[in-house]
């Protein structure tokens, strides 16, 4: 057993107070990944109360149940940002890559506390795949808002067909490393290939690198 909050409030602490001494896009990028951190916490605690309601095991829970949950509190900070201040394309996306660090950070210290960090090998390879992971999948939702933006189509349809998109690349991924064998392999290769495609996606698109 971990005390999480405990985590939390040890590596929120210096971060926070680092918001003293910063100004600028800086100051967002660490306020979005202290927000992450937190939305990281909240996702537990719901994917916690929704395996103890429905009888899940830990299996299920991870390929039915924490994708859904987990994308679902990445964007919602986001969205929220997004409809209120209706920031720069360029300003959106680095909140959507803040977010996901965070979330997979402070997911990958309390993993790292719970099943110990001997083997060197794989946690680099869990540091790879699940950090890629949901950072690879928040910045595909906020590329996809973006667009929808410009061309007049955001809505609640395509809100909501953006997000199924993530939480449907995180269960396929949750669901490719919960066997051992070829299946884990493509699993942690999943998010560094999208990730790859994303940056050459990224680049390309016009005024979305400026």
């Known amino acids: 057993m971990i005390y999480a909050e405990n985590i939390l409030l040890c590596i929120a602490v210096p971060l926070?107070?680092?918001?003293?001494?910063?100004r600028?896009?800086?100051r967002r990028y660490v306020s979005a990944f202290l927000l992450g951190m937190g939305v990281c916490l909240i996702a537990a605690y719901?994917?916690?109360?929704?395996?103890l309601a429905t009888g899940m095991g830990e299996n299920d829970t991870a390929i039915f149940l924490s994708p859904v949950v987990e994308e679902l509190m990445k964007l919602m900070p986001l969205?929220?940002?997004?409809?209120?201040?209706?920031?720069?394309?360029?300003t959106l996306t680095m909140l959507a890559v803040a977010i996901g660090a965070g979330f997979a950070t402070f997911e990958n210290c309390c993993y790292i506390l719970t099943s110990g960090a001997e083997s060197l090998t794989y946690i680099l390879i869990r540091g790879l795949a699940v950090g890629v992971m949901h950072?690879?999948?928040?910045?595909?939702?906020?590329?996809?808002?973006?667009?929808?933006?410009?061309?007049?189509?955001?809505?609640?349809?395509?809100?909501?067909?953006?997000?199924?998109?993530?939480?449907?690349?995180?269960a396929l991924y949750n669901l490719l490393v919960s066997e051992p064998g070829v299946s884990s392999l493509i699993g942690y290769l999943l998010p560094l290939l999208a990730a790859v495609?994303?940056?050459?996606?990224?680049?390309?698109l016009p005024h979305f690198a400026e």
């Open 197 to 204: 495609g994303l940056t050459y996606l990224y680049r390309k």
């Open 46 to 51: 719901i994917s916690g109360f929704l395996s």
């Open 16 to 22: 926070i107070i680092s918001l003293l001494f910063i």
């Open 79 to 90: 969205l929220f940002f997004l409809v209120l201040f209706s920031p720069e394309d360029r």
């Open 135 to 170: 950072i690879v999948s928040i910045f595909a939702l906020s590329i996809w808002l973006i667009v929808a933006k410009r061309l007049q189509v955001f809505s609640f349809p395509a809100v909501l067909g953006s997000l199924s998109l993530a939480m449907t690349f995180h």
């Open 24 to 26: 600028g896009e800086v």
